[in-house]
């Protein structure tokens, strides 16, 4: 629990920590999963190269298929996500998941999660176009759901892309409008922190052009800078 708390701060090592699990695992606790969970999810977006996670895929593989909902949807995320760092294209680890989604056999809402974790990992790899398009299922699935929070990081995502991309201004515009449209406070399957600059830039947009937005240095006109989700 120390290590997941001063994680943000100090990071830990991922060996000890997956031997601490693999305890709480054997001893049947009923919080283990959200455990588990809780440092996989970390490892991935940490990225840190010196981390071998391959014992907590292997303990993770264990536990998914005892779990339901949002948890389970979550760990077979982070698996797939674990696969990519052991060699596995975007495409192959993400798969099943992917026809799962998009064939009806896991919930919609839940579907907007692995929409959205594959978008990231295409776009982790290069894969502007394929990331785009799964960012926009997102936006349907997460739409009909009623997740307005969700569409709305979609949207964000896919303005960031699509800029990222050279796929013109327009794009990137017209997604950060509709970002705007969704509301500030939509809900979401996951809590996001709040970023005061993003939401400022979204207020802007109306009036906005490409002679006024801010841009990086390093930069070309109309480019927010973004972090992929």
Known sequence: MKALADWLEYGY??????????????????????????????IVVDEDPDDDPA???????????????????????????????????????????????????????FAVLVHMRRGRALALADLGDEAIEAYRRAVLAATREGLG??????????????????????????????????GAKGARLIDLSFDPAVSALEAFWPTASCRTLPAPPTSGCGKTGYPVP
């Not at 283990?32 to 996989?40: H, K, P, T």
């Open 149 to 182: 929070g969700d569409a709305r990081h979609a949207l964000r995502a896919i303005s960031y892309l699509s800029d990222q991309y050279n796929l013109g201004f327009g794009h990137s515009s017209r997604a950060m409008q509709s970002a705007r449209t969704v």
């Open 55 to 109: 014992g907590l895929s292997d303990l993770t593989a264990g536990l998914v298929t005892a779990q339901t909902g949002l948890l389970r949807v979550r760990l077979e995320c982070c698996l797939a996500d674990l696969a990519i760092r052991s060699g596995h294209s975007p495409d192959k680890a993400y798969a099943d998941l992917d026809r799962r989604a998009l064939g009806g056999r896991i919930p919609e809402r």
């Open 13 to 42: 090592d991922l060996a000890p920590v997956t031997a601490a699990l693999e305890t709480v695992v054997q001893a049947g606790e009923p919080w283990a999963s959200r455990l588990v969970l809780a440092v996989i999810e970390q």
